[in-house]
């Protein structure tokens, strides 16, 4: 059981807590934020500190609490924004949620904090990193992956994550018609360990999964280890079941970092033997240094007749069955281009049944008892 302790917090949030069930919590007003001390039977998992105190009262009897309890898991409820997150971290709390987070995220945030509560509480004990990678750009690694992960989301709602580690030309926010406030800029920028204060910083699509979308400048994330990716990937994969990466075109240093926490990668081709050769050579290299995951698959973009190749001709090239067939058709950049998903096309739609496909794959790997983290 989740013990939370809610400071100065707005009643109609308190009453939203207090709905979650296994936990308890306890409400009190900004006139008695002494009331944890050591002495108190109710000794709390987690304190939301909510505008109810003015930003300094926050910041003091934040760094008050965690003096005689280091450990103790605290955020903020404000509107999330570059300064009050900076403030809330600098003062010790883990981060800093909204009056309007859901409930299924309130949820999480309380059995996150529960000092017995295991990551697998959360997940249900499937962690899939699926990293989607390709030698060549323009094959439509991003489209894949921004509709891999709305499918994903159809099956479990708020348990998706797409990260943007394209962190030069990341265009996935381009291609869901989204402005985001936070970037993987400010995710390695503040060194954040801690999932919290990670989830503030992602932005929501209305399809269910969130994104921590790409630097908005080629210079802004600036420089990033190889380190600083692993730490990232895997705090999200602790916190959701399904984590899809979008990388970038090759094998920058970004991209093998990530395929050390993958327990999946989509390899992205198109019906060209310069980029299935190039395909080829990308995972007989990724082979030699022992990076390939153990749940391999291809996806096969832009199929049409004109090309002079067929599929089996395209497997052999790669030597690897096909688990999605994408064929060519016209609604599918445009979509793109109108910051649609292709999955939710309307007329002619040529993408959600191979993509389905390709998940129902993912899915009995999954079954089968295959990797995970």
Known sequence: ???????????????????????????IGRENVDAIRADVPFHPDLILIGDGLTPEQATRYAQRVLSEYPSMVIALVAEPDRDRIREATHAGMRGVISNAISDHELANLIARAGASAPVDAITGGLHQVIVVASPKGGVGKTTVSVNLAALLAERSPGAVVLLDLDLQFGDVSSVVDLQPEFTAAEAFDSGAADSMLLRTLLTPHPAGFHILCGADHPAAAGPVTGDQVRKLVRQFANDFQYVVVDTSAGMQEETLASLEEATDVAFVGTMDVATLRNLRKEIDVLAELGLLPERRHLVLNRMDRFSGLTQRDAENIVGMHADALIPAAANIPLAANHGRLAIQERKRNKMRQPLEKFVRAISAQTRRGGKHL
């Open 1 to 27: 059981m989740t013990n939370v302790l809610a400071v100065a917090v707005d009643a109609a949030l308190v009453d939203r807590i207090t709905a979650i069930r296994d936990h308890r919590v306890v409400s």
